[in-house]
């Protein structure tokens, strides 16, 4: 089992900037890759951005040049860096580990960019 916590969500000005973390906990070992998705309301649950294990990055079109995601394997977190964000990132993001063949999600944490 794994265990995700998101945190670092809030409201921002359009243009502002916001840092998620997701701290995992649990069998550690064997996740080989971390993403963070978002859903809007009325809209599908999307990949934003996601690391391997050996920190092959990957990022939706929306969000290039603008997102950086990142990890700290000592502290077995994932962050997500959001700049220059825009009305259209207001959703609710959440981290997913993929293990075995399993997903595992986190709680979502909520970001609003107001314009």
């Known amino acids: 089992q794994v265990q995700l916590v998101e945190s670092g969500g809030g409201l921002v000005q359009a243009g502002g900037s916001l840092r998620l973390s997701c701290a995992a906990s649990?069998?550690?070992?064997?996740?080989?890759?971390m993403g963070w998705y978002r859903q809007a309301p009325g809209k599908p649950r999307e990949l934003v951005a996601g690391?391997?294990?050996?920190?092959?990055?990957s990022y939706a079109d929306s969000v290039k040049g603008r997102f950086t995601i990142s990890r700290d394997n000592a502290k077995n977190t994932v962050y997500l860096q959001m700049n220059s964000l825009k009305p259209e990132d207001t959703a609710v993001y959440s981290c997913?580990?993929?293990?075995?063949?399993?997903?595992?999600w986190g709680q979502g944490t909520q970001v609003t960019v107001s314009s």
């Open positions: 997913n580990a993929q293990r075995f063949g399993y997903y595992y």
């Open positions: 649990g069998s550690i070992p064997g996740i080989n890759y």
């Open positions: 690391i391997t294990k050996l920190g092959s990055t």
